[in-house]
């Protein structure tokens, strides 16, 4: 339990989670166009995706599915699952917020902690995102603390602490040196398909506040202050609301939860100035008709609850639940599609001088990211669909997508636009042909009334002086016709 005479901090947490997974998304990329037709994942026999993943997709999309997951990077027999690892904090660090700059002190800098891998293999492309899981170790715990330095490593660009540039990871107890999150994949030896190191994209939160159970054997009750806040929206919540603003006027065990979820739900430090109203809106759940409390916010996606069958059942190979990691893996991999698509269309905009061959190639690439390889939305059950379709238009991307398109529109403009410029300059080209031909029949008509006398030279100036007409007649028209590409 919290001290609560001494004011919250990172060496007086409100929250001791044991069961607390943080999934760090890495996209292997950039994308790559198969050799041949990518075939279907065969799932190993004792693979803890198979069942969980098969029953997230609906019926016309598991055969053939367009993903498939699975745990470890070399044969199930020698794969280790837990990895043990060390989290290594700076012992101090700055965070900006509203123009102030405050420092935090880490007391402890190093926490023991477990690292799982999985990845999800997209066949249509034949890339992957890596799920690198990171959870405390057995008798350890994490707090909101724990949890928002770890979600500054792909996120927390408000704040500007510089963590992801600071924070190490040492693979086991007796690795001195450590690497950056960056480095992670490839200091774990995972088999990557490109020389570039993957990017670290997104990260998923679950954490579950009931008992631990036998997974970590751990008694650590935390009340849940979310049937409070659900039950505050309800028009006929009063109570709630009342009991809400109660907890926010005193410095109460109640006060200190909900100010460490919304830390750790948007993801900043600076949480202890909020109020029962920004409580509200922070921890309003993405999916509300769901038992455990689930948001998007920005780059994370985090599940509370105070219990969860599958993240129990996958401890100890996955480490957080399929049934989280797999939907946002998909919004991972269609925001990466635009991404590589946008970037295809505005090098070739930026070209002016490029011929239609390349333009025609990179809008065929983007169209295919933005259409072909475009995943909808495959999944089965109302949870799964609603954060997929929530979190595309909460975090943007559908309007990124609509927008990317607009680009590919352009393009194809600019295309259509190349094009008529070859048109009209092959047209120009053949009535060039014919006036000249139509001058040298005049030569010969001339040369036959002169009786076959050669021409003076009178004769040939005018006839070579009525072809550079006719060139720059034909020339001016052909250039004032012609429509512009945009700059």
Known sequence: MPDLTRPPGLDNPTLTLAQAAVCLHYVEGPIEEPTESMPGHAYSDNSPFASMELDLLAYRFQDPAPFGSDTGTVPKAEAPQRRPIMIEYPESFKFHSEGRVETLDVSEPLRRAELLVSSTHFAACGRR?????????????????????????????????????????????????????????????????????????????QLLTGDGGAATGIDNPQPNVFDTLRGAREPDGDADARELKAWMRKDCRERRDIM???????????????????????????????????????????????????????????????????????????????????????????????????????????????????????????????????????????ARRSAVLAKLNHLKSQIDIVREHQHKGGEMIIQLLLAVISLLQIKNVIDEILGGEDLNSGVWIALILGILIIACVFWWSYRRGLPRRTR
Request: aromatic residues 10%.
């Open 129 to 205: 995102i890596w799920h690198l899981v990171i959870t405390p170790r057995e008798g350890e715990t994490f707090s909101e603390y724990d949890l928002i330095m770890l979600i500054h490593l792909y996120d927390g660009r408000t704040e500007r602490t510089g963590l992801n540039e600071t924070i190490r990871f040492r693979l086991g107890d007796q690795d001195s040196a450590g690497c950056l999150v960056t480095e992670l994949p490839r200091r774990l030896g995972l088999p990557l398909h490109s020389s570039c190191d993957p990017e670290l994209k997104c990260g998923t939160l």
């Open 260 to 398: 460490a979820y919304c830390g750790i739900v948007t993801g900043i430090f600076d949480f202890a100035k909020i109020d029962d109203e920004e409580a509200l809106d922070t921890l309003e759940p993405t999916f509300a008709s769901s038992s455990a409390f689930l948001r998007i916010h920005r780059r994370t996606l985090i599940s509370i609850a105070d219990d969860d069958r599958s993240m129990i059942e996958c401890w100890n190979s996955i480490g957080i639940s399929p049934y989280l990691i797999l939907p946002h893996a998909a919004l991972i991999y269609n925001e990466t599609l635009v991404d590589w698509a946008e970037r295809g269309i505005d090098k070739a905009l930026v070209d002016h001088e490029a011929r239609l061959g390349v333009l025609e190639d990179a809008y065929f690439n983007a169209d295919r990211h933005l259409n072909t390889l475009y995943l909808p939305n495959v999944f089965n059950y109302v949870t799964e669909r609603s954060l997929f379709e929530a979190g595309s238009e909460c975090r943007g991307s559908t």
